[in-house]
């Protein structure tokens, strides 16, 4: 089982190992980093998780069993009068915990945090359209392609495209309540 637990300035040296190129940055983390990625940049990116209504939250992913940390995970984009925030930086970094359905509990986790903890109505991501395993993770959690972006983003080999992809509050109870979950 894994828990999400804060994101501090312990874990940023362990996440830039994560990261080997600057196209698995622009995969992980969209335009706003550069590579490579720095423990200063990451410092920046940690102060908007901070206070009492923060616009972020940051995540590291950690093994309950064991207490390593095997990933990464934000809900970013809060904005609370409209109830939508954004699923982003997603990352299983530890290569052995890939393959084993880690990332689809992760995303179950940062759901409920923001439906429940947060109250939100919709939740977005973004991810790009030839990432097929995140696409199945994300489907299988229950957001559902809205949109498609194409060559959007300039990587080192040419314009990537992303699907924009969302779930809505009504369809994940309806969901857990098919599930007889609570």
């Known amino acids: 089982m894994v828990v999400l637990e804060p994101f501090t300035e312990a874990d940023f040296d362990r996440l830039i190992g994560w990261i080997p190129s600057s196209d698995f940055l622009l995969q992980w983390a969209g335009p706003d980093f550069e590579y490579p990625l720095s423990r200063e940049r990451l410092s920046e990116h940690l ?9 972020k939250l940051i995540y590291k992913v950690v093994d309950s069993e064991n207490g ?3 990933g990464h995970i934000e809900l970013a984009a809060i904005d609370r009068r409209n109830g939508s925030a954004r699923v982003c930086r997603v990352l299983v970094g530890d290569p052995a915990y890939r393959g084993k ?3 689809t509990v992760m995303m179950e986790k940062i759901v409920e945090i923001g439906f429940r903890q947060l109250g939100l109505h919709r939740i977005e991501l973004a ?3 030839f990432n ?3 696409i199945r993770c994300y489907e299988k959690v229950g ?3 809205e949109g498609h972006l194409r060559e959007c983003r300039k990587a080192d080999d040419g314009y990537w495209s992303f699907y924009i992809m969302a779930i809505l509050r009504r369809e994940w109870e309806s969901s857990r309540n098919e599930l007889g979950v609570e």
Do not use: E, M, N, R
Not at 47 to 55: F, R
């Open 101 to 103: 359905d880690i990332g």
């Open 132 to 134: 097929t395993s995140a």
């Open 47 to 55: 102060t908007d998780a901070q206070g009492d209504l923060p616009s």
């Open 143 to 145: 957001f559902v392609k």
């Open 68 to 70: 390593t940390t095997i």
């Open 127 to 129: 991810v790009f359209d």
